[in-house]
């Protein structure tokens, strides 16, 4: 009887064992899901770019790499920030897996995959070419190969800003001046340095209708800048925005955008 009450007891201890095991195991697994889940819930906010490298050559990629970089990087560091930092900083010098610590070269791993399934043609073909996984140095490939720091290219950059076609009525102002300013952004990695205030501002009123350009020099003082002049072009377009009362009424629900048969 009392072996026997033994043997109830051991198994029952052994039961318990099991289901704490098991308990461990589950959690270790939602643990790694939900780190995963991650890029999915980024993906819900930031959608996730289309593969890169698909264009049908290397100019046609290279035009396409702004907007697949910036595009990548909101979704990625949404999904996790640590890889803000060590992505900039990876970018700036090669480092080998060795040099990283764990958690660094887990996300280097990481990233290594994420970009096997977004490139594609030339770019694949980079990532490939890649020991030991490490993520971080197929990015810092990636940019010195459609992000090429060379005068001949800040030189280019510049001549499109110089040249950039005046504002029409396709777009709003503040389109159009977003436009402009990512041509100075470019400008400013490609080449270290940032556009001039008076050049920037010189661009700017080249580059708006005459009606508003000569409205613009009257107000012009000596302490003005590019980001006066900037706001008040976007002010003058709020104020002289067609309010009608149809219009009005139409954005307030109170009659239908369209008038009934």
């Not at 949404?78 to 970018?91: G, H, I, P, Q, W």
């Not at 490609?190 to 008076?198: H, L, M």
Request: aromatic share 8%; proline share 3%; with cysteine.
């Amino acid at each position: 009887m009392a072996e026997q009450l033994q043997q109830v007891v051991q198994a029952a201890f052994q039961a318990a064992q099991a289901a704490a095991s098991a308990a461990k195991t589950m959690e270790e697994t939602m643990s790694k899901r939900s780190g995963n889940n991650k890029f999915g819930e980024a993906s819900k906010v930031i959608r996730m770019p289309d593969c890169f490298g698909t264009g049908k050559d290397h100019d046609a990629e290279q035009s396409k790499w702004p907007e697949f970089s910036t595009g990548f990087k909101a979704w990625l560091y949404y999904a996790e920030k640590e890889y803000e930092k060590e992505l900039e900083d990876n970018v700036k010098t090669a480092q080998p897996l060795s040099s990283m610590n764990e958690d660094s070269k887990a996300r280097s791993e990481q990233l290594y995959s994420i970009l096997t399934g977004l490139l594609r043609g030339r770019p694949l073909k980079i990532l490939r070419a890649v020991n030991e996984r490490n993520g971080y140095e197929v990015w810092r490939q990636l940019v010195v190969q459609y992000s090429p720091k060379t005068k001949g290219r800040a030189i280019s950059v510049l001549s499109a800003y110089m040249n950039f076609p005046a504002f029409d009525k396709s777009k709003t102002f503040l389109e159009h001046i977003q436009s402009l300013e990512r041509v100075r952004t470019e400008y400013r990695k490609v080449a270290g340095v940032d556009i001039g205030d008076d050049l920037q501002l010189s661009v700017l009123i080249r580059c708006l209708p005459k009606y508003l350009q000569q409205h613009i020099q009257l107000q012009l003082t000596e302490s003005s800048s590019y980001q006066n002049v900037r706001d008040a072009v976007l002010s003058y377009e709020t104020v002289t925005q067609s309010w009608s009362e149809k219009k009005v009424l139409t954005e307030l629900g109170v009659v239908g955008s369209t008038p009934s048969a």
